[in-house]
């Protein structure tokens, strides 16, 4: 069997990473105090629900900022404050557009620091 050349094995991983279900990404994690479930990313959106504190939450995608994430319990789909999430998100799962699609996290969070080469 012939070994797979680095470029084409790149292209394999992120083929795989594409076709997976984007909740194959999501981030189990729970409420750390009562929080807004709110129909859209930013306090401006209607307040859906209270969930309460320790609710346990799949958080399937946040905005690029990492602020907003969308959340999913039993009974909802909806927005939260990322603050108020027991886990850190960043890096951890999907980035949500505006538009709704999204896109696989990155390798790395982008406030881990790079080493100069040399």
């Not at 470029?7 to 984007?22: C, E, H, T, Y």
């Not at 927005?79 to 996290?105: A, F």
């Amino acid at each position: 069997m012939r070994p797979v050349a680095a470029p084409q094995a790149k292209r394999f991983v992120l083929a795989a990473l594409l076709s997976l279900p984007l909740s194959a990404l999501a981030l189990s994690t729970s409420t750390t105090r009562a929080v807004n479930m709110r129909t859209g990313p930013d306090r401006f959106f209607e307040v859906m629900t209270v969930l309460p504190a320790r609710t346990s939450v799949r958080v399937t995608g946040c905005i690029a900022s990492w602020r907003w994430c969308q959340v999913v319990t039993r009974r909802h789909r909806g927005w939260v404050d990322s603050r108020y999430l027991q886990d850190p998100v960043r890096g951890r799962v999907p980035v949500v557009d505006d538009r709704g699609s999204s896109r696989p996290p990155p390798a790395r969070p982008r406030d881990t620091p790079v080493r100069p080469a040399g």
